[in-house]
């Protein structure tokens, strides 16, 4: 059984149809990419799995039960975690406050706690501190804590929204571009920091990236997208030689 | 350039001065000013040729009789900054001690501070009439002005609706205690006997706070549905329908209004729903249920893919909010002891807006700074009459230039930092 399945998931904005018969199988700990040139529908196939829009056809299950017409917060708490292409950080919270948040669907003491302050309360939010640090460390952010986010240069705010994803414990976490704008010394940094997290949590990955270098060294499997539809999947090897894909990015006349 | 650096140095030394004095020493000093008050107050102003004691640390007597201002001022510096200065800082080393040790249990001396806060309140306000009415209003302001930072400042969605809900639980408030406790014309005999009133009075309260919480209710439902400027018409519309509807309810006594509820909001009665209301709502906004606001504030969507119920902490915020409102609005109703709809309308909400953004959003300091400094402001300068009205609204653009966001905004409350003993250098 695998962990994120989608079947023939095809989605319209109006009359334009932006994702065409999308299939996709995960299997827990795998890592999968998604390559495409600008405007195929990427972050679009994103925003469908993780219920911000509807598809209008297909779908979707996750850990065998369906999450198609769930909300957001829900399928989030049901293990799909996510960072965003345009870094969507809260610019008025810390960075430890923003890793705390993401624990908000596992608080237990409820409104009285959060009223009135009660020892297990107080209890709770020193183990999602604990936490939280624990995970600042593992991205070698921990001293930032205290900082509002908009104070940090952008490759720690990465990492920030890095953090944030895996303080919600998912089972697959989703990545838009998590390179996009870093330099080659960031961008080593993060490519180590996915490969560790894949081993320390054993969760599934499926990256969205422009920087063919590193899905093809991260990936197991790659789909490519052109105008909403997979025109090649395989593993890095058969994409870099596919011809189709070679036209997709670079153009018919310079293949011929 | 050396000029500024002495200025510098003068600066941190000043600071340094104060930073070693404990709030407990603070607090025990405003105790011995306006105990000094009580005692000295009437033969001071012989000596200074005073009318009497000054009200309100002498501007209205300044601002009547321009001649009286040098002895107003002495008066102030003599009661109370001087004994205040003196004390602090003379007795910061045992204070610092005893404040280290309170605070080994810091809940005990936490209400040990407020306990104390509230005596010098107290004396303070025995003085005369209009200094018990002026201080209640205040604190009244103040929980009206916190529960509005929870929704524009925290939450940051522009509501309009708080009059509404203060008329909700003053009317609420005002109609449960004239049927239970008053034997009226109006609404018959009392239920209860009067002696169990005072008791019942927070009872009363939490009715008129659930009645506005309910009708947050009303207006979150359409208005959560999505962002934008939808909560802010809605909640505009439902402060008039409020304000017509109680208008039009004869049995509420229309516009002519309620009147003769019991003085059940004593000083130290308001004193106590102020200080349950910074405290709850302290607590909201410093747990991640409560950041949740900000979160929800700052970007929706990603709040929503980290697994924040958007919504729901939404309408929590709002009716929790609006709760405070209601009971800010039963509060101001028995202690003005009569209440009409027309309090409630749109000049009320001019107030409360600005206390709320003069003071800083998302900010309980904020909150009890706007409130309280704007209201002493409004009583302090009623000699000049009309223009009262173009000295504070320049205040605020002022602010408004130099601190978009207000005096104080986002400042986390922390009691435990305030009421730590504080480092003396060596």
Known sequence: MALLRIENMTHYFGGLRAVHNYNLDIEPGQVRGLIGPNGAGKTTIFNLITGIYQPSKGKITLGGSGIVGLHPHQIASAGLGRTFQDLRLWRHMTVLEHVKMARYSKITYGLIGAFFGTPKRRREEAEIEERAYHLLGMMGIAHLADQVVVNLPYGAQRKVEMARALSMEPKILFLDEPTAGMNPEELRQMMEIIRQVRDAFGLAIFLIEHRLKMVMELCERIQTLVFGEVIAEGTPEEIQNNPKVIEAYLGKEIVE | MEVKNANLTKNSKLRGFFSQIPLLAWIIGGLIAVWLEHLAGDRLTDILMLPKIPVLFGFVTMLKKPLLIPSSVIYV??????????????????????????????????????????????????????????????????????????????????????????????????????????????????????????????????????????????????????????????????????????????????????????????????????????????????????????????????????????????????????????????????????????????????????????????????????????????EALRPLEIFKWIIIPLLLILVMIYRPTGLIAFKEFNVRNLIRPKQEPE
């Open chain 2, 77 to 378: 510096l003599l009661i109370y900054l001087l004994p205040v200065f003196i004390f602090a800082r003379l007795t910061r080393s045992p204070l610092n001690k005893l404040a280290a040790a309170l605070f080994k249990v810091p809940w005990l001396s936490a209400v040990i501070h407020i306990v104390l806060f509230y005596a010098i309140l107290h004396i303070w306000a025995d003085i005369s009439a209009y200094r018990v009415l002026t201080l209640r209003l205040t604190l009244v302001a103040v929980i009206l002005t916190l529960s509005l930072n929870l929704i524009n400042g925290y939450m940051g969605e522009f509501s309009c609706s708080h009059p509404g809900f203060m008329a909700l639980g003053a009317y609420m408030a005002s109609v449960l205690s004239l049927v239970l406790f008053v034997s009226d014309r109006h609404f018959g005999e009392a239920v209860l006997p009067a002696i169990s009133g005072p008791f019942l009075f927070h009872l009363v309260l939490i009715g008129g706070g659930i009645a506005a919480a309910l009708g947050a209710l009303v207006i979150a439902v359409p208005s959560f549905r999505t962002r934008g400027d939808y909560l802010a018409i809605i909640s505009l519309a439902f402060m008039f329908i409020v304000k017509s509807m109680i208008e039009n309810m004869e049995f509420l006594r229309g516009p002519r209004g309620l009147s003769g509820q019991p003085d059940y909001a004593t000083l130290p009665v308001v004193f106590t729903w102020t200080v349950l209301c910074v405290w709850t709502i302290n607590n909201f906004v410093r747990s991640t249920l409560g950041k949740a606001l900000n979160a929800v504030r700052d970007d929706e969507m990603a709040a929503d893919a980290m697994t924040v119920n958007t919504r729901q902490t939404k309408m929590v915020a709002f009716m929790f909010g609006a709760f405070w409102a209601g009971v800010a609005g039963g509060l101001f109703a028995h202690v003005l002891r009569y209440v009409n709809p027309g309090t409630f309308s749109i000049q009320k909400l001019a107030e409360v807006l600005a206390m709320v953004y003069f003071g800083g959003l998302n900010s309980v300091y904020g909150s009890i700074v706007g409130a309280v400094s704007l209201s002493l402001l409004g």
